[in-house]
T-cell receptor, first 117, second 117 residues
Framework: AQSVAQPEDQVNVAEGNPLTVKCTYSVSGNPYLFWYVQYPNRGLQFLLKYITGDNLVKGSYGFEAEFNKSQTSFHLKKPSALVSDSALYFCAVRDPLDQTGANNLFFGTGTRLTVIP | EAGVVQSPRYKIIEKKQPVAFWCNPISGHNTLYWYLQNLGQGPELLIRYENEEAVDDSQLPKDRFSAERLKGVDSTLKIQPAELGDSAVYLC???????????????FGPGTRLTVL
């Protein structure tokens, strides 16, 4: 069965500093990985995804994520944090070898990012 | 292009009352999802539609929850009767379906926040 873990409930970073939001996964085969962001009282917004190819994926709003197969990780990064990046971030995984055949998306519990001015 | 539309945004009801949520997906998106998001958790899939067919409803509590997507466009999720534990945010998402479920990116609506008293 597939699963995804976000080990940090809360991440605080100073404005202008680099930020990292961590995600690790567990799947049977090669994972399809996604990052979403959720602002207060809003739905989830797609940031980026990794399907195959280059391990470094670039997404919206200057975010990028690095797929690391040996560490089963897909950490979200940004070189310089903005106050407006403060939100809830969700990592999600889809397992192409899902035995149920549903190939559904499974979300982590989320990490709240606070960027301090 | 309009995003996924959901209504109402907020709903407060007494326990044992019925409630219904409505979702209109992005135009042309064949696949529609309903998710449940409890406080402090990631979204959990309730049901997935491919056009008007429910292809995965394994996580839908069928004793009190029902859903329909009669013409393969908008959808309604119903709870009857509601229980205290149903208080949560109900998210609708859609995807184009053209790349197959594995490659599809899901786009989310703002959600309906349900409070059961």
């Amino acid at each position: 069965a597939q699963s995804v873990a976000q080990p940090e409930d809360q991440v605080n970073v100073a404005e202008g500093n680099p930020l990292t939001v961590k995600c690790t996964y567990s799947v049977s085969g090669n994972p399809y990985l996604f990052w979403y962001v959720q602002y207060p009282n809003r739905g989830l917004q797609f940031l980026l995804k990794y399907i195959t190819g280059d391990n470094l994926v670039k997404g919206s709003y200057g975010f990028e994520a690095e797929f690391n197969k040996s560490q089963t990780s897909f950490h979200l990064k940004k070189p310089s944090a903005l106050v407006s990046d403060s939100a809830l971030y969700f990592c999600a995984v889809r397992d192409p070898l899902d035995q149920t055949g549903a190939n559904n998306l499974f979300f982590g519990t989320g990490t709240r990012l606070t960027v301090i001015p | 292009e309009a995003g996924v539309v959901q209504s109402p945004r907020y709903k407060i009801i007494e326990k044992k009352q019925p409630v219904a949520f409505w979702c209109n997906p992005i135009s042309g998106h064949n696949t529609l999802y309903w998710y449940l998001q409890n406080l402090g958790q990631g979204p959990e899939l309730l049901i997935r539609y491919e056009n008007e067919e429910a292809v995965d409803d394994s996580q839908l509590p069928k004793d009190r929850f029902s859903a329909e997507r009669l013409k393969g466009v908008d959808s309604t999720l119903k709870i009857q009767p509601a229980e205290l534990g149903d208080s949560a945010v109900y998210l609708c998402a859609s995807s184009s379906g053209t790349g197959g479920v594995l490659l599809d990116t899901q786009y989310f609506g703002p959600g309906t926040r349900l409070t059961v008293l």
